[in-house]
């Protein structure tokens, strides 16, 4: 099978293999040790065949895939003039809290959360707003009642959903997302909803946008999304941002304009035309993939190292580690995986204060490499 082919990275350029130590195993970083499918490199490579790299702009066949893909895949009808550009999700981000926040007012999320959320908060003068998740009996669930309270500050204009969330693995339900839709229209608060990985769910979950749950949500709603985590083209830097409310999208078209972001990569045109239209096979079999390595990593830490207690994701190809029981000081329990098993991991405690004792663990490699990166983590716990 092409997955179980191991290709090196470590001298390419990979921010995820790019490691003075070449003993190390990285399983951080949330892109794929997968070659892509062969229909995108085709289209790359005929990209690249006709030898002329100018300035790119967005085309019919690339509006036309998105919605194609969309609604095939998640029964949403999306119109061609909301659907906007981001060279990436936290760059797109970054813009779009320029366009609906001012200095000091509050953006809540739901930590632990994808850390670089906090930054792009930060750096737009607002303050963080942490809607913790609660978790019981190794899942997570919403605080609806502490939500509630955070939404109802005069402050509160943007809640961040990262939906699937990265890192605990949740696909929220139906019912979840109406009723942080309904707490959220109710206090005029707009929800930028993160769905990156919408695409990466395992058997028996459905992802479900959250701009579909109630017709109030479209105009109330901007949906980040990507081919990127999806189809392993995060590098070619093409993010799509969806925004129904027109006068939003004006501001936010022009703030993108302003900021000289507009044209697109020219291979990513390519690139996510050909994955819309022709990469379903592909990821079919990169999900089986995926559930077999999550299957695996679930029950070889349960039979062989029960002090680390993985957080069974619903959707993501990363899965969140309760460390907690080995008693290493959360200050030192990063370090300790990098030290002690040469594997890298990401460190828990980035992802807000409900990540301490926590290490994410990105199992979208070659078996081999998961097993040998176990084995050492095994080998490890055992001389603490």
């Not at 990275?9 to 040790?33: F, G």
């Not at 029950?299 to 290493?328: M, R, S």
């Not at 998961?370 to 084995?375: K, V």
Request: proline letters at 5%; a negative charge.
């Amino acid at each position: 099978m092409q997955l179980e082919q191991i290709i090196d990275r470590r001298k390419t350029h990979s921010v995820k293999w790019y490691l003075q130590n070449e003993e190390v195993i990285p399983l951080c970083i949330a892109d794929m040790d997968f070659q892509v499918s062969e229909e995108i490199r085709s289209a790359i490579s005929q990209k690249a065949l006709h030898g002329i790299y100018g300035y790119s702009t967005f085309c019919e066949r690339y509006f036309e895939a998105i919605k194609y893909w969309w609604e095939t895949q998640h029964q949403w009808v999306l119109q061609k003039d909301w659907i906007s550009f981001s060279p990436g999700i936290i760059p797109g981000m970054n813009l779009l809290l320029k366009v609906l926040t001012e200095p000091g007012d509050h953006v809540i999320i739901q930590e632990p959360v994808y850390y670089p959320f906090y930054k792009t908060i930060e750096t737009q003068g607002c303050f963080v707003k942490e809607n913790s998740l609660l978790y019981k009996n190794g899942r997570y669930e919403i605080d609806f009642d502490d939500f509630e309270k955070k939404a109802s500050h005069p402050k509160a204009k943007v809640f961040i959903l990262c939906s699937p969330h990265n890192p605990v693995g949740r696909v929220w339900t139906t019912e979840e997302l109406k009723r942080l839709g309904e707490i959220c229209e109710r206090h005029e608060v707009t929800v930028v909803s993160d769905e990156m990985h919408c695409d990466l769910t395992y058997k028996g979950y459905k992802h479900k946008p959250y701009a579909t749950v109630a017709p109030s949500h479209v105009l109330n709603s901007i949906t980040c999304a990507a081919p990127s985590k999806t189809f392993n083209i995060a590098g070619m830097q093409s993010s799509i941002i969806i925004i129904p409310n027109p006068s939003v999208r004006e501001k936010y078209q022009r703030m993108l304009e302003g900021y000289g972001l507009m044209r697109p990569n020219a291979f990513a045109i390519e690139a996510t035309i050909a994955a819309y239209y022709k990469g379903l096979p592909w990821l079919q079999q990169v999900r089986e993939y995926l559930e077999d390595n999550m299957r695996f990593v679930v029950e070889y830490f349960h039979g062989n190292i029960p002090q680390i207690k993985p957080v069974i994701p619903e959707a993501t190809h990363l899965i969140w580690l309760d460390c907690q029981e080995l008693e290493v000081p959360n200050e030192k329990l990063h370090s300790f995986f990098f030290e002690n098993a040469s594997v890298r991991l990401d460190e828990g405690s980035k992802f807000g204060n409900g990540g301490n004792g926590f290490e994410r663990i990105n199992i979208a490699c070659p078996r081999d490499i998961l097993e040998t990166a176990l084995q050492r983590i095994n080998t490890a716990v055992k001389n603490l």
